[in-house]
């Protein structure tokens, strides 16, 4: 039998840069880690401010993270394969008009994510027409427990699957913690599921500035007809409309959007 080998991948005639430059810093991420700017740019032979400038979007969208050092280091979703979930494009299109119309209600941008593991991501962002808004947040993946999304979904899950998500099996094993590892010592796990027994009960979750500074938001599970959580929407708030929203009637708007989108979602098998 003849072995098939690939054909090789040729540079393209027409080279987009800037592309191609944050692509090469993914790689360096993936390969190095620890990856201060003043090499990256020497790396790519770019000024600093551009390198700058790129691995501001990586930040943005989940493939860098940035230590108190200040170097860059490999995000969550550098580390994300495929949902393998081909019904999430018909969840997406039957939420999309109860998430446009909670965004115009409530004036304010509604997400739907899904979990993975012990990440979100985000399939869908409406908008809202606000002046001052959270922009659009489509396509990034961020760690769940730090989401109000993410936080309704563990709140679904049993404490042993929380365990082996989040429960160090010792602090010796983990002693040299790195960006993104989630992993937590006994004396954190136990006040993180006592909070999520809190979410389950109230039907909601809260993420107050633990995802980005100034930005709040409110998360709530959508389920199908057995009663499993497929996903959850999150209304994106700025913090300082937060108290208001806590007050006033958006958890009952968001209720009465899960209710419709639950309707036209609940024959969908996860």
Not at 18 to 42: C, F, I, P, Y
Not at 105 to 124: H, K, P, S
Request: hydrophobic share 40%; glycine share 10%.
């Amino acid at each position: 039998m003849q072995n098939k080998r690939s054909p090789m991948i040729e540079r393209p005639t027409y080279m987009l840069e800037s592309v191609d430059n944050a692509l090469r810093l993914m790689q360096m991420l993936r390969d190095v880690g620890g990856v201060r700017l003043k090499d990256a740019a020497e790396e790519l032979g770019i000024a600093p401010s551009t390198a700058h400038r790129l691995f501001a979007m990586l930040l943005y969208r989940g493939f860098a993270l940035q230590d108190e050092k200040r170097r860059y280091h490999p995000g969550p979703a550098m580390g994300a394969g495929p949902a393998r979930r081909g019904w999430t494009r018909e969840f997406t299109d039957r939420s999309r008009p109860h998430m446009e119309a909670l965004a115009g209600e409530c004036g304010e941008t509604v997400n739907l994510v899904i979990r993975v593991g012990a990440q979100v991501r985000f399939l869908l962002s409406a908008e809202s027409s606000e002046m001052l808004r959270v922009g659009d947040r489509q396509g990034q993946v961020l760690a769940a427990e730090r989401t109000a999304g993410g936080k309704i979904l563990l709140a679904q899950l049993g404490r042993q699957t929380l365990a082996q998500l989040y429960l160090r099996p010792g602090d010796h094993a983990y002693a040299e913690s790195w960006p993104g590892d989630r992993r937590m010592p006994r004396e954190q796990f136990d006040p993180f599921v006592h909070e999520l027994d809190n979410c389950r009960s109230s039907g909601f979750a809260i993420n107050l500035q633990q995802t980005e500074e100034g930005i709040a938001a409110f998360g709530m599970a959508i389920r199908n007809h057995t009663g499993r959580a497929l996903g959850a929407i999150s209304v994106a708030v700025p913090v300082v409309r937060y108290a208001q929203h806590l007050r006033g009637p958006l958890v009952a708007q968001m209720r009465n959007a899960v209710a419709g989108i639950e309707a036209d979602v609940a024959a969908i098998e996860a």
